[in-house]
């Protein structure tokens, strides 16, 4: 299981949100094993005057939060952090300083979904990849 945000300014995510979630799940699934029909993505589009970042980034600049049941290896948590800037840079043309990425992970007990805790419920994937 897991669900990603994707934070950055409405004017900049306006035009590209459908091809940015593209990249994001096709990376998901090629690293995570993930199903191709498990998306869950919200866009968090921000007024300038509310998203201050750092000095040395542009417009452009976006924070991909990837929150998900615990059980990956570091190595395939790596493998999708590098996979995501190369792709988003070569499909979307945005500089890796204006992307940054973070995994957040918790245990399967914390999460709920189709009426039960993620660790009741058997899942068509697996999470130890």
């Given amino acids: 299981m897991s669900q990603i945000k994707i934070y950055g300014l409405r004017t900049n995510l306006k035009d590209i949100k459908q091809k940015l979630s593209d990249v994001i799940h096709n990376c998901v699934v090629e690293s995570l094993s993930f199903p191709k029909n498990k998306k ?50 070569s499909q979307l043309n945005i500089s890796t300083t204006d992307i940054e990425i973070s995994i957040i992970e918790s245990p399967a007990s914390n999460w709920g979904f189709r009426g039960m805790t993620g660790d009741e419920v058997s899942l068509n994937y697996k999470i130890e990849v």
Wanted: proline share 2%; net charge negative.
């Fill in 40 to 89: 869950a993505h919200r866009f968090i589009n921000l007024e300038k005057d509310d998203f201050y970042y750092p000095e040395g980034r542009t417009d452009e600049y976006i924070i991909i939060e990837i929150i998900m049941i615990s059980g990956r290896t570091v190595e395939t948590k790596k493998a999708l952090i590098k996979m995501l800037f190369k792709e988003i840079n």
